[in-house]
Each structure stands twice: as structure tokens, then as C-alpha cells.
């Protein structure tokens, strides 16, 4: 394993690659990380119509299996 490309272009290639869906955010300065507490890439949360976060620690396999959850529990 090599170091990670903190400049988005690593990212953006497997964001590419990968055709992911839901909105992507790159954090290259670490302010998110900080923010919400996590210090792993990449980290997929869930966030609720009210901007709170919902779940952030979603298994991308599982991913409508958990917002299906999230809005049953509502």
C-alpha cells in the first residue's frame, strides 16, 4: 500500500471509477475529519433532511438496506 493522494486526484479517480451515486465530498485539509470526528478514508455517513448526522458508519454494500432503516425508525 502507498501513501494516499491527499490532493483529490487518488479520489477523484476512484469516485470515476467506482460510479458512485450519492454526493462526494474530497477533504483535503482534514475540517470534516475534525468536524465529525473520524479519521478514516473513505467514510460513508448519512445525513438526515436536517443535516444531523443520521449514521456514519455505513457499509457501502448496505447502503439502502440502512436508509431504509433510518426512515422506518422515524
Known amino acids: 500500500a502507498g501513501e494516499f493522494d491527499y490532493s483529490g486526484s487518488q479520489a477523484l479517480k476512484a469516485m470515476k471509477e467506482e ?3 450519492w ?3 474530497i477533504d483535503e485539509k482534514g475540517a470534516c475529519g ?3 470526528m ?3 478514508i473513505p467514510r460513508l ?3 438526515a433532511p436536517d443535516g444531523t448526522i ?3 458508519n455505513v457499509n457501502s454494500m448496505k447502503v439502502l438496506e440502512t436508509i431504509k432503516e433510518k ?4
Do not use: G
Request: aromatic share 14%; charged share 10%.
Open 19 to 21: 460510479n458512485m451515486p
Open 23 to 25: 454526493l462526494q465530498l
Open 34 to 36: 475534525s468536524v465529525y
Open 38 to 40: 473520524f479519521n478514516s
Open 45 to 47: 455517513m448519512l445525513f
Open 54 to 56: 443520521a449514521d456514519c
Open 71 to 74: 426512515i422506518t425508525k422515524q
